[in-house]
């Protein structure tokens, strides 16, 4: 059975990059500041107005135990977030490189692992003419900055190589009083024998379940009477549990909670939501607080939506870039509807577009 789990304690930061020099993995911990992440080097020198915040190339290191990585063969590193461009080295071999600094990203480091690893990450928000954003109104703050996670798998599981995604879709369709769910699954490593459990269930009461093969990558069920999700009326949520099973044994899960609505965009009559006038209201926010800059903890996610739903918004731009999924999650379940944005913005760059592309599929 996989598993995944939170690897945010105990790293070493530096600024000098003469520490890993030539990717070197002498790491004298009397060197390092120790930090535990979410973590930006520019949490004060970005918010002090002089436009003279440090960007450049810095440095995250730490150790990981391979007898700690239990649950499956195959073990990922994942990073929620490293802005703006990243290197990942496992024992002084490149494991990834990325560049984006607001989107998940993961790389497997399992042929690279020994008993005992040294992880080293070069994370650089230096000035560049190919990576968004490079000119804007506000701080591109540099550090992993959210969560860093390992994942252990099975051979065969949900695919984990695709744009930093979950490995599976789900997308309602309303139609009349009913909703047609459907799911598109993503595997690797299928043996041919595997087969996937789709269970949809209205709080803890299932109201549709099916078992399929794995090679079938898509399945759909409707939902007779579904309950609509309708902004902050109503956010009503249901949820899709899959679990991908080799003869009884569990290789891998995914949950997606999902709504069910329909919209449109009138020029006369506004946004219109289930049928209903919906008019917009609400606010632009930035991942950002004062002193800790874009290194956002989950209650200070959650009390930005307490106070933007205290004033009576009902809607959210999110400027300029993706936020975490964690602030996704919360805004469907307290009825948000949300712009989202890539941080293509101020002036073109020649040589940006594929990364424009890049983080519109991440």
Same mark, same amino acid.
């Given at each position: 059975m996989s598993n995944k789990f939170v690897w945010n304690d105990s790293w070493l930061f530096t600024k000098n990059a003469a520490f890993v020099k030539d990717n070197c993995q002498v790491l004298n911990e009397n060197e390092w500041e120790k930090v535990t992440l979410p973590h930006t080097w520019n949490g004060i020198d970005g918010q002090d107005g002089g436009n003279d915040y440090y960007r450049a190339t810095c440095y995250y290191a730490k150790k990981l135990n391979k007898a700690d990585c239990t649950g499956g063969s195959q073990v990922y590193i994942e990073f929620e977030g490293a802005n703006s461009s990243a290197d990942v080295y496992v024992n002084g071999r490149l494991a990834v490189h990325h560049d984006g600094g607001y989107s998940t990203f993961r790389a497997n480091i399992t042929a690279l692992l020994a008993e005992e690893n040294t992880i080293v990450v070069a994370v650089d928000n230096a000035p560049n003419d190919r990576v968004y954003p490079q000119t804007a109104d506000f701080t591109f703050y540099g550090g992993l900055y959210r969560n860093v996670n390992i994942i252990c798998v099975d051979?065969?599981?949900?695919?984990?190589?695709?744009?930093?995604?979950?490995?599976?879709?789900?997308?309602?369709?309303?139609?009349?009083?009913?909703?047609?769910?459907?799911?598109?699954?993503?595997?690797?490593?299928?043996?041919?024998?595997?087969?996937?459990?789709?269970?949809?269930?209205?709080?803890?009461?299932?109201?549709?379940?099916?078992?399929?093969?794995?090679?079938?990558?898509?399945?759909?069920?409707?939902?007779?009477?579904?309950?609509?999700?309708?902004?902050?009326?109503?956010?009503?949520?249901?949820?899709?549990?899959?679990?991908?099973?080799?003869?009884?044994?569990?290789?891998?899960?995914?949950?997606?909670?999902? +709504?069910?609505?329909?919209?449109?965009?009138? $020029? =006369?009559? #506004?946004?219109? !939501?289930?049928? @209903?006038?919906?008019?917009?209201? +609400?606010?632009?926010?930035?991942?950002?607080? $004062? =002193?800790? #800059?874009?290194? !956002?903890?989950? @209650?200070?996610?959650?009390?930005?939506?307490?106070?933007?739903?205290?004033?009576?918004?009902?809607?959210?731009?999110?400027?300029?870039?993706?936020?975490?999924?964690?602030?996704?999650?919360?805004?469907?379940?307290?009825?948000?509807?949300?712009?989202?944005?890539?941080?293509?913005?101020?002036?073109?760059?020649?040589?940006?577009?594929?990364?424009?592309?890049?983080?519109?599929?991440?």
């Open positions: 051979d065969a599981h949900f695919d984990l190589d695709c744009f930093g995604g979950p490995g599976i879709r789900v997308t309602p369709v309303v139609e009349g009083k009913n909703a047609t769910v459907d799911v598109e699954s993503y595997f690797t490593g299928l043996s041919g024998s595997e087969n996937v459990t789709y269970t949809i269930k209205d709080g803890s009461t299932v109201i549709a379940e099916k078992i399929v093969a794995a090679s079938d990558c898509n399945t759909d069920f409707v939902i007779e009477n579904a309950h609509l999700w309708h902004g902050r009326k109503d956010p009503f949520l249901y949820t899709l549990e899959a679990t991908l099973i080799r003869d009884t044994t569990v290789l891998d899960q995914r949950t997606v909670r999902f +709504g069910c609505r329909f919209f449109e965009i009138d $020029p =006369e009559r #506004g946004f219109i !939501l289930n049928g @209903e006038e919906y008019p917009l209201r +609400g606010v632009s926010r930035h991942q950002d607080r $004062p =002193e800790i #800059g874009n290194a !956002l903890l989950p @209650e200070h996610h959650r009390e930005d939506l307490d106070l933007i739903a205290e004033t009576g918004s009902n809607t959210i731009r999110l400027a300029h870039y993706q936020h975490s999924q964690y602030f996704y999650d919360l805004c469907d379940e307290m009825g948000f509807v949300l712009w989202a944005e890539i941080p293509y913005i101020s002036h073109h760059m020649p040589n940006g577009r594929e990364n424009t592309i890049s983080q519109m599929k991440e």
